[in-house]
């Protein structure tokens, strides 16, 4: 026989699991453990185990001044090539975080990316990416980005000060960078992106990590390196993202290259 705390976690589990016919939808919190003692459903320690449970199995995040709430068990469609579409930014004002909320089906509010800008001594890996010598300064410009009140990523992006130096993309106010956010700030001053290099790896995550992220027990985290290039090869941006991987599904869709081809139609 399933210990009590295994017959509450289940419970809870398959109302989860309904979704939003459930009595616990994504989002919705949990009761407090008082409550659910009272209720009868088992002592403190029973329902805190159950509570554990959940929480390693993927279906809650527990924190304090949070309490404990269901996740969003569809993971956003997070674009590769198609985020990118200069339609969405130069000629309209979908930036990136918002195009794979709109492929996803969901919501979203301009509130929901927040930043910081400070000028930082580059990074040997940032540095490296630009060119750079060691010490040169590049503007940082932080942000964290949610769902509602679930952070999905955090996303620093370095740039050049002679790039960027006085347009938006060194004003801290939050959200996105204006309309059509970075690239199209970067377009307007002269510096059109013409093609990226992506690199992804998942790893652990730091202690800050978990707690910027809200990561439960054992989560994974996927980061990116985005590389941004003019058509004269120019470096306009360097960016480095941290991904809770449970809440992205990553979609690639592109054109397969032919280099034989290329080569033949050279001769």
Do not use: C
């Not at 769902?147 to 938006?168: A, F, I, M, N």
């Amino acid at each position: 026989m399933a210990p009590k705390w295994r017959e509450l976690a289940d419970k809870l589990a398959e109302e989860i699991r309904r979704g939003e016919q459930g009595k616990y939808p994504p989002g919705r919190k949990l009761p407090q453990i008082r409550e659910l003692v009272d209720a009868g459903e088992g002592s403190k320690s029973t329902v805190h185990a159950a509570y554990k449970a959940l929480e390693a199995e993927g279906l809650v995040t527990s924190s304090r001044g949070h309490g404990t709430v269901v996740r969003q068990q569809v993971p956003l469609k997070r674009l590769g090539v198609a985020r990118y579409d200069k339609a969405k930014w130069r000629d309209s004002d979908e930036v990136a975080f918002i195009a794979d909320r709109v492929a996803s089906g969901r919501g979203y509010r301009r509130n929901e990316q927040t930043q910081t800008v400070s000028l930082i001594e580059a990074p040997p890996l940032v540095a490296a990416a630009h060119g750079l010598p060691e010490g040169a300064e590049v503007y940082a410009r932080a942000r964290l980005v949610k769902e509602g009140d679930q952070p999905t990523h955090s996303l620093t992006s370095y740039y050049r000060p002679e790039h960027v130096e006085g347009t938006r993309l060194v004003d801290p106010t939050p959200g996105p960078a204006g309309r059509g956010g970075g690239f199209r700030v970067l377009f307007d001053a002269g510096y059109e992106i013409d093609h990226m290099k992506e690199e992804i790896f998942a790893r652990a995550p730091s202690a800050d990590e978990v707690k910027l992220l809200q990561l439960p027990p054992g989560e994974p985290v996927v980061e990116l390196h985005r590389t941004t290039f003019t058509a004269s090869d120019t470096v306009v941006e360097f960016a480095i993202g941290v991904h809770a991987a449970s809440r992205f599904a990553w979609e690639y869709d592109f054109k397969v290259p032919d280099s034989a081809k290329a080569e033949k139609g050279q001769e």
